[in-house]
């Protein structure tokens, strides 16, 4: 299968914005999950004067966890689609919360910045240049800000491939093509097959000069299938 890229890939965002928030409210954890990876950022005094960036940040639920790991920081949550952003602002957001229209490819000329932090979830294993986006990443954080990426990314092993492909094929797909995008959740299934195992994308980021980069599982049905990979930005030149 030919993976969705780039604005193929944001239409078939658009089109699912209206029905993502419930297919994703069946994953058991799932927003519980992308809290524990926002905490992981370990952010001091509630996020107090801190910028934050929430990077693809689809509906909103990756920001609401951002927003209650560090309630007192400003945040900028930036999207590819236009329907996902729609989603996300008709929700109730405190007036240090702001949403902008742009792919992570995008924020280098888009004059925003430098962040404290930056949280990225589902978003890498979606991108055409997953090492330009990372570069992108460490030029907007201050240096020895932090980066919490919360992914799927599988450890390789068999068992969890299967694991991924079952629950592919007996309850994401089925959904989505009731929804009418079967192609984006068939995108899921074969884009993570296709993505980094959970160390390869730990020296993805330890390449791209960041520092510390470690990959921590998740509970529940999906270790060994989502991790929350933490690392922080080098001084630049290192």
């Not at 058991?28 to 809290?35: F, I, N």
């Amino acid at each position: 299968m030919t993976l969705l890229r780039d604005h193929d890939l944001a239409r078939a965002f658009d089109h699912a914005s209206g029905t993502y928030d419930r297919l994703t409210g069946l994953n058991p954890g799932y927003r519980a999950d992308l809290l524990r990876s926002a905490r992981r950022l370990k952010l001091p005094g509630d996020g107090a004067g801190l910028h934050l960036l929430d990077l693809g940040c689809g509906t909103g639920a990756s920001t609401r966890a951002l927003l209650r790991a560090a309630p007192r920081a400003r945040i900028t949550a930036v999207d590819a689609s236009a329907g996902m952003l729609r989603r996300a602002l008709a929700k109730p957001w405190p007036d240090g919360v702001r949403f902008l229209h742009l792919s992570a490819e995008e924020l280098h000329t888009a004059g925003e910045g430098p962040f404290d932090a930056v949280f990225a979830a589902y978003l890498f294993r979606n991108v055409s240049d997953p090492d330009g986006v990372l570069g992108t990443v460490r030029a907007l954080l201050r240096p020895g800000g932090r980066l919490a990426v919360h992914e799927y990314s599988l450890t390789g092993s068999p068992a969890h491939r299967a694991l991924w492909t079952a629950v592919c094929q007996g309850v994401i797909i089925p959904a989505g093509t009731i929804t009418g995008d079967r192609a984006l959740y068939r995108h899921l299934w074969h884009s993570v097959l296709d993505f980094d195992t959970a160390s390869a994308f730990t020296g993805r980021l330890t390449r791209a000069g960041f520092t510390g980069a470690r990959a921590l599982p998740l509970a529940g049905w999906q270790t060994g299938i989502t991790h929350t990979f933490v690392a922080a930005a080098g001084e630049p030149g290192r």
